[in-house]
């Protein structure tokens, strides 16, 4: 494993930086061919990814306590509206390419952990789908809204400006995805373990993430974990104080949205355990959206094996986390426990 940590500056980032980092995100709107992941030795005690169908449902949530503000040419409501794909384990022949609709759950590892997954600016849950099926198809449920005014097609153009409610979005859907898990009728009943749920987010979706669970005004106390992407957070104490949720960043050095530095200071002011992984050569978007390079198997997996340690309680998740980190030219780890 490579223990050589990169340089770690430290530069001041406020609240308004998060801003004016974020203002110049530009998600790429097509959608990637499915993810291919290189063969390497057989995992003794994990789950692969490929074991199980996965099957997709879509619902729309709507909160009727928070408004959505106005935006451009939209006049807002007052309301906000989720649109949200919940994927899950499913019968049917086993693999990550093919995602069937409304696809009969497999109930033979029951109940998965839950991650939700949130967007990128101009984006859209489902827009992530091949690597949600990575992680579905080892056996976890993925809870992937689509928020109200970042979301493309959003009313009045899609915008950072609401990220400082999109926090309580992925709280308001985890709710509603809960209590699907609670429905008799609900074709998700009894698929989710209330007790083992991560989150997680690719660019304004890694800022959302970063906020949900270490924003210590505001924190949803029930995820276990967290993987961010591409994304940056604020300083303490408003950030990380007295908060030991286990993270894994991962971050590409090539990154031209969001800075590479700007994702090794977040990580540093975070508490352990704590784990970084530089994706050399990485960009900002294709890593995480379905590519297939060296890059883009090593987010896969990487991200798989630390839901694997911290949700499923596999204990060898760490060592495959350093292997699959440990990758020259590709990837890089440093960690503090």
Request: charged share 20%.
């Amino acid at each position: 494993m490579n223990t050589t940590a990169r340089p770690l500056t430290r530069r001041k980032l406020v609240l308004v930086a998060l801003v004016s980092f974020v203002g110049s995100i530009t998600s790429a709107s097509s959608t990637y061919a499915a993810s291919t992941a290189t063969a390497r030795e057989p995992r003794a005690s994990a789950t692969e990814a490929g074991t199980y169908a996965v099957g997709v449902i879509e619902r729309t949530f709507v909160d009727r306590s928070r408004p959505t503000p106005p935006n451009q040419s939209f006049a807002g409501s007052p309301e906000r509206t989720l649109t949200t794909a919940i994927y899950y384990p499913a019968t049917g022949p086993a693999g990550t390419a093919v995602v069937a609709e409304g696809a009969t759950a497999d109930r033979s590892g029951t109940p998965y952990p839950v991650v939700i997954l949130s967007h990128g600016h101009n984006s859209f849950g489902r827009e992530y789908e091949p690597l949600i099926a990575q992680w579905v198809s080892a056996g976890y449920v993925v809870v992937a809204p689509d928020y109200p005014l970042a979301k493309q097609g959003a009313p009045g153009g899609a915008t950072v400006a609401d990220l400082v409610n999109q926090p309580a979005d992925a709280t308001f859907v985890l709710d509603r995805a809960l209590r699907m898990n609670r429905t008799k009728t609900s074709a998700v009943y009894r698929l989710m373990d209330p007790a083992r749920i991560g989150a997680t987010g690719h660019s304004l979706g890694a800022l959302t993430t970063y906020s949900l669970v270490y924003r210590t005004c505001c924190v949803d106390r029930r995820i276990r974990a967290a993987a961010v992407m591409a994304g940056l957070a604020g300083d303490r104490p408003e950030f990380f104080t007295g908060i030991r949720t286990p993270l894994l960043a991962l971050h590409g050095e090539a990154d031209s949205t969001v800075p590479y530095t700007a994702g090794v200071e977040a990580f540093e002011r975070a508490g352990p355990p704590k784990y970084f992984v530089t994706l050399v050569e990485g960009q900002h978007t294709a890593p995480f959206r379905g590519a297939t390079d060296a890059i883009a198997s090593a987010a896969t997996r990487t991200t798989l094996d630390f839901f694997d340690r911290y949700l499923k309680g596999e204990r060898d998740g760490l060592a495959r986390l350093r292997r699959d980190a440990d990758v020259a030219g590709v990837a890089e780890l440093q960690e503090e426990r």
